[in-house]
């Protein structure tokens, strides 16, 4: 009996060990590593990884998306050692935390492997990284973006809701809307948290001991699902002037649809996950890299485009 | 250990006969019974299973070997502070909220109070042994499961740790530490590398790889691993040759009875869980000087990483058994099984699935294999 445990382990440990195997040798093509920040329960990379499937099929090479499973940056920072250890033809990694990625990612330079910054942090972080370049949405700016526009509705108090308070990208996001709104963020920055029943439940106590609030901007779907729950729920859409969310999902598109949110700020991130691989190749095949960072974003999708960004959010928008 | 009584019957005294818990066990029989045997072969299978799987990736260069060495001197060093609890019969589900405040003490502190950075990290270290001993406290006390009490300070430190680093300094990142640490006692104390010179010497004689500007692939070994190797030696030390180690078995395997023959337990379960909070405020104050800054999210779940180590290394849950070199050996399992999954290039969607099956594997194996040893049925 005992003897027949162990040897189902051995033969389960061999099966694993087969199957790992045959994943690995299926393709002789360039290994590239894409390294983000998210945890595993952030839905929004979807798309990016649907966007790293296409890549892989249109390129002929590999990709492999690690990220840190509760987002710890300082975890991601030794899957970044590790997939400098690992040497894949290039890197592409985000930039969630300048500090504590620093040294990570200046390793993988320093050991000669071509790497891109996407998504999270800033032209001059990725330079000083020694990247080849940035493709992203800057963060500041998309922010003043979407304030300026809540200014023009007439927004006066305004609640920010973060659900990834611990990236500081998302606080400059809500510092560049009160700055684009011209008044000072004070308590007007919610660290929601990222369950959907949490998030809901925080807004609404938000706003009832906040009743003069009129505009509100969600960090992505994590925090404008339930938004949007909320206002559907209370019916009480007509009393914000400006209701805007970063990035796209349907439940935001069906938002937008039906007046219940103004617009969505589309850092297109299908473009963050297909181009940094596509440059990647041609690098390591020809040498080849445009000279300047790239900003897939913001733009603004709003009643007037929304048919057309609608069929294809949450799977390639 | 429960072994079947070989004294001759009543009827017969035979006086030279020794009393059978003094007989002398052979070396082999005594190896083969040790807890850790089986977190032993667990280990092995691992590397077994990694060099056939990801054998030519990198992973056993020498910057791919610091890469798994450094998670798993990580889960050392909770692991030990957790084994230790854990024979001692409680547990400690505060470690991983732990290693986000003592970091947030460590860093606010010093960067917004103009606090000397010696000074913070002694303050992390009082502070962290003072919940510890408060959780050790209650617990003594109220007679509370550990589980429950250490829970509840899981989501007040947690809590405390976002609160704070708002309150204070309106964000949940606290960079910029390097301009306060670099050249400080502390800041080598904690994240020097160490023999530099060697590891130069090493690269330039073609023994390990070599960057393209000459400097080698591994700069030096980080102090994170020699902490993580004192404090191992240290508590394998003490409860294996010790009176103190002895009262850890004891009060684990039967408070009630350990008390009885006079083992002051409340003071060993209040200084074990001392011990993981000191443990948990080394792994913060490695982590916050290598990266240069504190988060709030920083060792999410870690405190079941940590039960984990000590459960691979045979660890009961009930208390009364197990070993620091299990553990240790539990937490080289994990980190090898962490990062080697990356290495074999496994999809990262089915990633959980694989470390758990792994997990699963090797403690099957390493039970397995010390029931057969031991002849425990």
């Known amino acids: 009996m005992k003897s027949t445990v162990l040897r189902n382990v051995l033969i389960a440990a061999s099966i694993l060990a087969a199957a790992t195997v045959t994943t690995t040798t299926s393709f ?56 400098t250890a690992s040497n894949p033809d290039g890197l592409v990694t985000t930039i969630a935390d300048f500090d504590v990625l620093q040294s990570a990612v200046q390793g993988a330079v320093a050991k000669g492997i071509p790497v891109i910054t996407v998504n999270s942090g800033t032209a001059e972080q990725s330079k000083k990284l020694g990247a ?186 | 250990m429960a072994e079947q009584s070989h004294a001759p019957a009543a009827a017969t005294p035979v006086l030279d006969v020794v009393d059978e818990r003094l007989t002398r066990q052979s070396r082999w029989r005594r190896m083969l019974s040790r807890p850790d045997l089986g977190a032993f072969a667990g280990a092995v299978l691992v590397f077994i299973f990694f060099a056939i799987t990801a054998g030519n990736t990198g992973m056993f260069a020498s910057d791919g070997v610091l890469n798994w060495l450094t998670v798993t001197a990580q889960l050392m060093i909770i692991g030990t502070g957790a084994a230790l609890l854990m024979i001692g019969g409680e547990f400690d589900l505060s470690v991983g909220s732990m290693i986000g405040f003592t970091g947030m003490v460590i860093a606010i502190p010093t960067i917004y109070f103009g606090l000397p950075i010696g000074l913070s990290v002694v303050l992390a270290f009082v502070l962290a042994m003072a919940i510890g001993a408060l959780n050790g406290f209650i617990i003594v006390r109220t007679r509370l499961p550990s589980f429950i009490v250490t829970l509840a300070s899981l989501y007040m430190l947690r809590g405390l740790t976002i609160a704070l680093s708002i309150l204070f300094t309106n964000r949940t990142i606290v960079s910029g530490l390097k301009q306060y640490s670099s050249g400080s006692f502390v800041a080598q104390l904690f994240a020097a590398k160490l023999f530099p010179g060697f590891f130069q010497w090493l690269a330039d004689n073609g023994i390990i790889n070599k960057l393209p500007n000459s400097q080698p692939a591994v700069p030096g070994i980080p102090m994170l691993l020699l902490w993580a190797l004192v404090i191992a030696v240290i508590g394998h030390i003490v409860l294996t040759k010790t009176r103190i180690g002895n009262w850890i078995f004891a009060s684990g395997g039967d408070a009630n009875a350990a008390r009885n023959v006079g083992v002051p337990v409340s003071a060993v379960k209040i200084s074990l869980f001392m011990v993981t909070a000191f443990c948990a405020t080394v792994f913060s104050a490695c982590q916050v000087f290598e990266f240069g800054s504190a988060a709030s999210d920083r060792g999410l779940l870690k405190e079941f990483e940590a039960i984990i180590a000590a459960v691979i290394g045979g660890c009961l849950l009930t208390g009364g058994y197990g070993s620091v070199i299990g553990a240790c050996l539990g937490a080289l399992i994990f980190g090898v099984v962490q990062m080697g999954i990356l290495f074999t290039g496994a999809p990262s969607d089915w990633f959980q699935v694989f470390l758990g099956a792994m997990l699963l594997i090797a403690v099957l194996f390493n039970s397995t294999i010390r029931r057969r040893v031991t002849g425990e049925r």
């Open chain 1, 28 to 83: 002789a093509a360039e290994r590239f590593v894409f390294v983000s920040h998210a945890p595993d329960s952030d839905s929004w990379w979807n798309v990016i990884k649907n966007a790293l499937k296409n890549a892989e099929h249109d390129m002929g090479v590999t990709v492999e998306y690690r990220n840190p499973p509760t987002g710890d940056i300082a975890d991601m920072a030794r899957i970044i050692q590790q997939a």
């Open chain 1, 132 to 317: 080849l370049m940035h493709i992203g949405q800057p963060e500041y700016d998309a922010g003043k973006g979407a304030g300026e526009r809540a200014k023009a509705a007439g927004v006066t108090k305004f609640l920010c809701v973060n659900h990834y308070i611990t990236n500081a990208a998302s606080v400059e996001r809500c510092q560049g809307y009160a700055d684009g709104l011209g008044v000072p963020l004070g308590g007007q920055m919610l660290d929601s948290g990222i369950d959907p029943t949490e998030v809901y439940n925080k807004v609404k106590a938000f706003l009832a001991s906040h009743p003069d609030t009129n505009g509100i901007l969600t960090l992505g779907p994590n925090s404008a699902d339930p938004v949007i729950k909320y206002l559907r729920d209370t019916g009480s859409a007509s009393k914000f002037k400006s209701v805007i969310s970063f990035d796209l999902d349907s439940d935001i598109s069906q938002a937008i649809k039906d007046g219940i949110m103004d617009a969505a700020i589309d850092q297109q991130p299908y473009l963050q996950g297909y181009l940094p691989i596509v440059l990647l190749t041609q690098y390591v095949r020809y040498g080849v890299i445009p000279a300047n960072n790239i900003n897939t974003g913001p733009g603004f999708v709003t009643k007037d485009n929304i048919a057309l960004v609608e069929k294809l959010a949450g799977e390639y928008r």
